[in-house]
């Protein structure tokens, strides 16, 4: 018994709108807006990822047109060092950048009252902000 199929495919427009839609996920996952309550509790899983937070400037300190500050969403709070300079504080500001972890003070960052991230080595290397007053 012989079959015969036959396949067109110049004709598959099903596939390539699968394709874009993925594609387009991808892209806007990549840096997709999250809260710093997500980076503390899980920063393992951001660790060297792009990520993109939005807050308050509640410190903020500067020399030489570099420094860090720490950017406050209401839902925790997570120090950011630039090297293009600092927003003032009480700006609200969006930030892009990468996790990463510099240091453990493990429990002695509970004893001296350190914020959340900072107790942990948690940091945001700033790749660029947006501020508004």
Known sequence: MNMHVTVNPGRQPWRSGCLMLLAVS??????????????????SRYRNQAVRVSGAVVDSYSLA???????????????????????????????????????????????????PGVGAGLILMESSHKAKN
């Open 26 to 43: 991808l892209v806007s996952s990549a840096c997709a807006p999250m809260t710093v309550n997500q980076i503390i509790a899980d920063p």
């Open 65 to 115: 047109n570099r420094g860090a500050y720490r950017i406050d969403d209401g839902t925790g709070q997570l120090w950011i060092v630039s090297e293009t300079g600092v927003p003032r504080r009480s700006a609200r500001v969006t930030v892009k950048g990468r996790v990463r972890e510099g240091f453990n003070l493990g429990p002695l960052g509970d004893r001296i009252n350190l914020p």
